[in-house]
C-alpha cells in the first residue's frame, strides 16, 4: 500500500523560505516520476514540480525560479525548497508518486503571511 508522509510546512513572512519533505514506501520509488501538487483554499489541488527518476525537473510557470525540487532514493524522500515565498504560494502541499495510484497523504500547510 502506498504511504506518503509529507512535512516541512508551517508559517513564514512574504520572502522566506521553507523546505518540504515527503517520505514515500508501499512503490519502487527509484523508478517513479514524484511531484508535489498544492490546494490553496476554495481552489482545485495544483501540479507545482515534477521530478523523474532520472532527475530531470519541471515546474510550474508561477514557482520557477524559486522552488526546486529533488530526490534521494536512498531514503525514499522527496524535497521540494522553497525561496522567496509569496502570500500566494499558501496552501497544503501534497506529494505523489505518478502512476502509483488514488492515495494521497495528509499534506503539509504553508502559509506565507506578514
Known amino acids: 500500500q502506498v504511504h506518503l508522509v509529507e512535512s516541512g510546512g508551517g508559517l513564514v513572512q512574504p520572502g522566506g523560505s521553507l523546505r518540504l519533505s515527503c517520505a514515500a514506501s508501499?512503490?519502487?520509488?527509484?523508478?517513479?516520476?514524484m511531484a508535489w501538487f498544492r490546494q490553496a483554499p476554495g481552489k482545485q489541488r495544483e501540479l507545482v514540480a515534477t521530478?523523474?527518476?532520472?532527475?530531470?525537473?519541471n515546474y510550474v510557470d508561477s514557482v520557477k525560479g524559486r522552488f526546486t525540487i529533488s530526490r534521494e532514493n536512498a531514503k525514499n524522500t522527496v524535497y521540494l525548497q522553497m525561496n522567496n515565498l509569496k502570500p500566494e504560494d499558501t496552501a497544503v502541499y501534497y506529494c505523489k508518486g505518478i502512476g502509483t495510484g488514488d492515495d494521497w497523504g495528509q499534506g503539509t500547510q504553508v502559509t506565507v503571511s506578514s
Open positions: 508501499g512503490f519502487i520509488f527509484r523508478l517513479y516520476v
Open positions: 521530478i523523474s527518476s532520472g532527475g530531470t525537473t
